[in-house]
C-alpha cells in the first residue's frame, strides 16, 4: 500500500463547478502537506502547502488536512479552463526537511 | 530567478547507450532531488541530496543509474547503459531546508529505442 493514495480520476467539470480533490495518507509523521498543480508537459508547481491540520486559503483554493481521519483536500472555487491540469498531492514528516511523497495525481478537466 | 534548470529537455537514443541528464538548481536551495515520471508509475523519487551528500537513493532503480552533486550548483543523472524501459520524464527539483517545499525545473523527457 502506498503511503499517500489520491482519487484517480478523472475529473471533468463544467467551467464555474466547485471541484473537490482528495487524498488519504497512511504515515501519522507526516506533518507537512502540498498540493501541487502540473500542465500538461511541464513540471509540477507548487499550489499550496500547509502544516499540520485545518484549512488554508489563497484566491479559490482551499487547503483542508484532517490528521484525525488522515485526510487532505484541495477545493477549487469558481473553477476555470486555466485550473485544467494534473493535481498531485504530497507529505513529508517534519524531521526529514528533504523527502516528500507524492500521490500519483488526478487529472481535471473544466470544460467552458 | 531562473528557476531550476535542466538540460537537454528532450533526449532520444538507443539502447544501450549513455545518457546523461544535467540539473542547475536554484540558488541558495540546499535540497537537490531526482524524480521519474511514468503513466504507470506515477511520480517517483530516484534520489536525493542534502549539501551535495547523497542522503537516500533507494529510489535508483539497479546500478545502471547513478547521480552525482559535485558542487552547489549542478546535479547529473547517469544511466548506463540505457534500456527502452527508461523511457519517461526525469525530473530535478530543489529545495531550501526552512521551509521544504520543492521548485521542479521543466523536466527532460527520454526517449529510448
Known amino acids: 500500500q502506498k503511503e499517500v493514495e489520491q482519487d484517480p480520476g478523472p475529473l471533468s467539470v463544467p467551467e464555474g463547478a466547485i471541484v473537490s480533490l482528495n487524498c488519504t495518507y497512511s504515515?501519522?509523521?507526516?506533518?507537512?502537506f502540498m498540493w501541487y498543480r502540473q500542465y500538461s508537459r511541464k513540471g509540477p508547481e507548487l499550489l499550496m502547502y500547509t502544516y499540520s491540520s485545518g484549512n488554508k486559503e489563497d484566491g479559490r483554493f482551499t487547503a483542508q488536512v484532517d490528521k484525525s481521519s488522515k485526510y487532505i483536500s484541495l477545493f477549487i472555487r469558481d473553477s476555470q479552463p486555466s485550473d485544467s491540469a494534473t493535481y498531485l498531492c504530497?507529505?513529508?514528516?517534519?524531521?526529514?526537511?528533504?523527502?516528500?511523497?507524492f500521490g500519483d495525481g488526478t487529472t481535471l478537466t473544466v470544460k467552458p | 530567478d531562473a528557476g531550476v534548470i535542466q538540460s537537454p529537455r528532450h533526449e532520444v537514443t538507443e539502447m544501450g547507450q549513455e545518457v546523461t541528464l544535467r540539473c542547475k538548481p536554484i540558488?541558495?536551495?540546499?535540497?537537490l532531488f531526482w524524480y521519474r515520471q511514468t503513466m504507470m508509475r506515477g511520480l517517483e523519487l530516484l534520489i536525493y541530496f542534502n549539501n551535495n551528500v547523497p542522503i537516500d537513493d533507494s529510489g535508483m532503480p539497479e546500478d545502471r543509474f547513478s547521480a552525482k552533486m559535485p558542487n552547489a550548483s549542478f546535479s547529473t543523472l547517469k544511466i548506463q547503459p540505457s534500456e527502452p524501459r527508461d523511457s519517461a520524464v526525469y525530473f530535478c527539483?530543489?529545495?531550501?531546508?526552512?521551509?521544504?517545499?520543492?521548485?521542479f525545473g521543466p523536466g527532460t523527457r527520454l526517449t529510448v529505442l
Open positions: 504530497a507529505a513529508r514528516r517534519g524531521t526529514n526537511a528533504g523527502k516528500s511523497t
Open positions: 504515515n501519522s509523521a507526516f506533518q507537512y
Open positions: 527539483a530543489s529545495s531550501p531546508t526552512e521551509t521544504g517545499q520543492q521548485f
Open positions: 540558488s541558495g536551495h540546499d535540497y
